[in-house]
């Protein structure tokens, strides 16, 4: 009952929002609701770790004549990423708190709507439902950034719409498709669609659907052309829901669905995705070095680390898949650090442009200093999360080939030279005017941040906790290949 | 049957509610009236039968789909009082026509003789050629009841001539005999029959409004009064497709090849014309006239697959393509009336002055574009699954890229309320009209969500 709970809560929660007018009211309503999720999300953590690690299903017919069943439940990778959103909710909702967003009852009813599909995402065992979460979670996506973006928003979040509407489409499509592979009575629930029987070119096709559908959404190059305007134009929160947990939709469908389904179209197609995912690498790292604006710097890096996350999931190898979950983590809480310190600097100073910025260290040194950790996370040095999952996958990929693993390497080397670049024209040097008037962070602002360094040093101290909730599953789905 | 009859007897007690000057107790006799006919027509269910040689047939179908007619009736109804709320004179000659007109829709569910289908036909569109012309003093209404009588008259000459045609070679109207006709001769039918076939077909699409049949709906789409369009849109397409796939399943079981292909290519045109003009609107009736094009397409889909889940596929599509397209027809009325015109621009805004009203419309948007988990999405779900399980994947694919092209046209009213600053007027409707689109938002979102309700019942 676990599992349901979690995704009723925070629509519940969302419900109530929207009929509520005093803005303080509402958004303290959000944290405590986003606080109680993550409460649950930490019971069901030591319910699977502690006694069981049975998968807490809740099973209930739903539409029977076409095989759709409620199927909810947490396997380790289900309940990592359900970890990961639960934490990353509160505290995006708490950085939220120094802006004041118009209509705040929709604002924050749609960022805890967001929330529950992609719960739902996470925890479902069944296509159909699967695919209604996965759908569900693009509307409040689509208004929150639309709503409340900056220049050129409706432009740039419909053609991230549109874009991403094409790629579910497809999915449905090679879903009803496998339902009716599935042996009698035909059903949509995950362990029915995995013993689906299917031709070789069949299983070329329902490839190539589930690529482009998680591709699309990742974003993987050349389809990843959405992405930066959208991170861009977003306002701040719309942005860390995406960049978090949304682009980890992707990949989660590319393990839960892709790996298992592909069969043997996975071996001869699997290479030219590798090399797609490795373009995608060494192409965003170049563009990323060039950015001006700090958020789109961002986001090009994460069009980076997320095609080394790809390329580790197409190699097939336990020790990449155990790299590219844990990275999962470390990029959402990484990833969600940049943004909220950005996000910080653009408040105070009105600004994100590198080239406006410079000595806020001197100003602001907390800043700098949290700042530092998560791009050191970020940039995968020892000690920290990142290094962990980026040697994890690396390690994978070496195993599959060395020339591949050569040129996804020097992502590392090429992030630290945008990053540390980026971290060295904003926050040494000398003040300017503008930078005159930069002030520390806050009490309220420590608070958001902490959390997020300690789980950088967590991961990277201890990952063996993290890397056993997910190993048996991880090495469940590769079975499923072969 | 009885639903004819109930419904017949109606329509001439509200002539003479007309004439006896009861103004204000019509709608209320109508709609409870309604609610009777619906209640009589459901008891038929368990009661199927044949009336007077065959020429009636009331079985799960018709009584199915004629529900669907009367409770589509009954919300356009419901917008009645609106809509006509500053018309001075009695209306009882334009809601005991649209009574009659229901009473051709119905036929055409239940005909089990090809007389009784161009009859149903008939009586449906005679109405409706009144009904577009309702608003004498506008142009546009004038425009659009000519344009619809000359084509449709034309075509209905078609739909006859095809009958004909059928009699000559099979020697039969009744479905069943000409069934027994077919049977033997499937691979080498008289080229007499298929003509007859195919011009049967394009006088059911021309009701449908399937390409190349469509280029009369935006045009009497956008002069008919809106509450008549909303019937338009709804009721008239509805029975026409079941007339359609009543046509095909009873008959034509076992030459299946003969007409799929036609269908097939009328389908995908259907469902990409639609959908791409759809993109060059600027004004919500037209877009929504374009919009219903590719529904019929959709629908299509439904009927060429062929399989025993086809009709349960199409009822939920009929059912929550009305619901939406009555809704958005409701709000489009209240924009007309309010702002002049019905063009995106001047809904900009619309979410800060009617937030009820906007959000309303989105609903309807989104369940129109097949976002889950409203009662457009599952539509779409079951029918691509009947297709898809009848081997009609391409088409599906095909249908998939029409959806991706029409969330682009949807989204413009969208974007427009919701993401555009604008300087429009606050709209107020009575409370009545904020309850009955609240009500039928609550449906969208329930069909969408508790679907088992209505599937497997045909």
Not at chain 1, 179 to 185: A, C, E, G, K, Q
Not at chain 2, 61 to 90: K, N
Not at chain 2, 208 to 233: N, R, S
Not at chain 2, 326 to 345: K, P, Q, S
């Amino acid at each position: 009952m676990l599992t349901p709970l979690l995704i009723i809560l925070p629509l519940l929660f969302s419900l109530l929002l929207f009929a509520l007018k005093k803005e303080k009211l509402i958004r303290q309503l959000a944290l405590a609701a986003a606080l109680i999720e993550f409460v649950l999300a930490v019971f069901a953590l030591i319910q699977y770790t502690g006694y069981c690690r049975c998968l807490l299903l809740f099973d209930f017919p739903w539409l029977q004549i076409q095989g759709v069943s409620l199927k909810f439940g947490m396997d380790g990778i289900s309940l990592l990423l359900v970890m990961l959103t639960t934490l990353l909710v509160p505290v995006i909702i708490l950085s939220s708190f120094r802006h004041s967003y118009g209509k705040p009852s929709a604002f924050y009813g749609l960022i805890l709507l967001m929330e529950m599909a992609l719960v739902g995402v996470f925890t479902s065992f069944d296509g159909l439902i699967f695919y209604i979460f996965w759908e569900l979670a693009l509307i409040p996506a689509y208004f929150i950034c639309a709503v409340w973006g900056g220049n050129d928003r409706i432009r740039i979040t419909f053609k991230f719409f549109i874009y991403t509407f094409l790629g579910s489409l497809l999915m449905l499509v090679a879903l009803i498709y496998l339902f009716y592979r599935t042996s009698l009575p035909h059903s949509f629930s995950f362990q029915a669609l995995y013993t689906a029987v299917l031709t070789p070119a069949e299983q070329a096709w329902i490839l190539l659907a589930f690529f482009l559908a998680f591709a699309i959404k990742i974003p993987i190059f050349p389809f990843h052309t959405w992405q930066p305007d959208t991170y861009t134009a977003s306002p701040g929160p719309g942005t860390m829901l995406l960049a978090g947990i949304m682009l980890k939709m992707g990949i989660y469908g590319w393990i839960r669905l892709l790996i298992p389904l592909g069969g043997n179209a996975l071996h001869s197609y699997g290479p030219f995705m590798i090399i797609l995912a490795v373009t995608g690498i060494v192409y965003a790292s170049l563009i990323a070095i060039r950015q001006e604006d700090m958020k789109r710097l961002v986001a090009y890096s994460s069009i980076a680390h997320v095609g080394l996350m790809a390329a580790g999931v197409f190699t097939l190898q336990t020790i990449a898949m155990e790299g590219a979950v844990i990275q999962m983590i470390s990029h959402g809480i990484n990833i969600v650090g940049l943004f909220i310190i950005i996000e910080y600097i653009q408040e105070r100073l009105g600004t994100r442009k590198i080239s406006d910025l410079g000595g806020l260290a001197t100003k602001a040194p907390w800043l700098a200093i949290f700042f530092m950790i998560i791009l050191l996370g970020s940039i995968a040095l020892p000690l920290t999360n990142g290094f962990i999952g980026e040697f994890l996958l690396l390690l994978g990929l070496f195993e599959y080939n060395v020339v591949v693993a050569s040129i996804a390497g020097v992502t590392v080397i090429l992030g630290a030279v945008y990053m540390l670049w980026m971290f060295q024209r904003t926050m040494l040097g000398k003040t300017n005017e503008r930078t005159e008037q930069m002030t520390d962070l806050t009490g309220t602002e420590m608070i958001t941040l902490i959390p997020l360094i300690i789980l950088i040093f967590w991961i990277g101290l201890f990952p063996g906790f993290f890397l056993n909730i997910a190993l048996p599953d991880i090495e469940h789905i590769i079975s499923l290949v072969k | 049957m009885a639903t004819i009859i109930c419904l017949s007897v109606m329509g001439v007690l509200i002539l003479f509610l007309g004439i006896l000057k009861k103004r204000t107790l019509l709608l209320p006799f109508i709609l409870a009236g309604m609610l009777i006919t619906l209640a009589i027509a459901l008891m038929e269910w368990n009661s199927t039968g044949a009336y007077y040689h065959e020429m009636l047939v009331v079985d799960h179908l018709s009584v199915a789909f004629t529900a669907v007619l009367i409770v589509s009736t009954f919300l356009i109804f419901s917008f009645a009082g609106h809509y006509y709320r500053q018309v001075r004179r009695s209306l009882d000659d334009i809601y005991a026509i649209m009574i009659f007109a229901l009473v051709g829709a119905v036929m055409m569910t239940a005909y089990g003789n090809l007389i009784m289908l161009f009859l149903g036909v008939e009586t449906l569109s005679i109405a409706l050629y009144v009904l577009a012309g309702s608003h004498k003093e506008a142009i546009t209404s004038n425009e659009a009841t000519l344009k619809y009588f000359l084509l449709g008259s034309f075509i209905s000459g078609f739909l006859l001539f095809g009958i004909a045609l059928i009699y000559g070679s099979a020697h039969s109207l009744n479905l069943r005999e000409i069934a027994l006709f077919i049977a033997p001769r499937a691979n080498h039918l008289p080229p007499m029959f298929l003509a007859g076939l195919f011009l049967i077909i394009a006088g059911l699409a021309f009701k449908i409004a399937i390409f190349p049949f469509h280029f009369w709906a935006p045009d009497v789409y956008e002069g008919t009064p809106t509450l008549l369009t909303a019937f338009m849109a709804t009721v008239v397409k509805t029975a026409s497709i079941v007339a359609l796939y009543r046509f095909f399943s009873h008959l034509f079981t076992g030459i299946h090849g003969v007409w799929e292909p036609t269908l097939m290519v009328l389908a995908i045109l259907t469902i990409l014309a639609g959908n791409l003009t759809g993109l060059y609107q600027s004004g919500l009736k037209r877009m929504l006239a374009y919009s219903s094009i590719s529904h019929s397409g959709y629908m299509m889909l439904a009927v060429i697959a062929f399989s025993s889940q086809s009709a349960n596929a199409l009822l939920f599509y009929t059912i929550s393509y009305s619901l939406a397209t009555i809704l958005a027809f409701a709000i489009l009325m209240l924009v007309r009336e309010t702002r002049g015109n019905d063009l995106f621009d001047s809904m900009n805004g619309m979410a800060k002055t009617n937030p009820l009203e906007a959000f309303c419309l989105t609903i309807a948007m989104l369940s129109l574009t097949g976002i889950p988990p409203l009662a457009g999405f599952m539509a779409k779900f079951i029918l691509f699954a009947t297709a898809i399980g009848n081997g009609l994947t391409g088409m599906v694919i095909l249908a998939v890229a029409g959806s991706v092209i029409s969330a682009v046209y949807y989204f413009k009213p969208v974007n427009a309320m919701y993401l555009k600053k604008g300087d429009g007027v606050r709209m107020d409707p009575e409370f009545s009209y904020k309850v009955h689109i609240l009500v039928l938002t609550v449906l969208l979102v329930l069909t969408g969500i508790l679907p088992f309700f209505l599937t497997g019942w045909l």
